[in-house]
């Protein structure tokens, strides 16, 4: 059974940044893809980023492209996502998502199998 626990949400000032962490409870971490994705109040989940475990790869949705960074740490089994230049429309729940194939690298959330419970971020002056 995986699972999977995030840490690291809060609030936050416009422009201000913040490091979302995932903690995963599973042997073979290193063979996971993982991914982050949000759900705003009232809209629909999203993916933000998504790493593989082949070669590292990295993909990013085009609203967060350049101010969040996703990275993983497969010998601690945790991964990370560092939020920077927050804006109000980053408010929304976090989750973390795994999927075990190690080449995976997209967003859709339905081909996920693992998920955490979310972390709040809520950016506000």
């Known amino acids: 059974q995986v699972q999977l626990v995030e840490s690291g949400g809060g609030l936050v000032q416009p422009g201000g940044s913040l490091r979302l962490s995932c903690a995963a409870s599973v042997s073979g971490w290193d063979e996971y893809a993982i991914a982050w994705f949000r759900q705003a109040p009232g809209k629909a989940r999203e993916g933000v980023a998504c790493?593989?475990?082949?070669?590292?790869?990295?993909y990013y949705a085009d609203s967060v492209k350049g101010r969040f960074t996703i990275s993983r740490d497969n010998a601690k089994g945790t991964f990370h996502l560092d939020l920077r230049n927050l804006k109000p429309e980053d408010t929304a729940i976090y989750y973390c998502?795994?999927?075990?194939?190690?080449?995976?690298?997209?967003?859709?959330?339905?081909?996920?199998?693992?998920w955490g419970q979310g972390t709040q971020v809520t950016v506000s002056s």
């Open positions: 998502a795994a999927e075990p194939d190690p080449y995976y690298l997209n967003l859709y959330e339905t081909n996920y199998d693992y």
């Open positions: 790493i593989n475990s082949n070669n590292g790869g990295t």
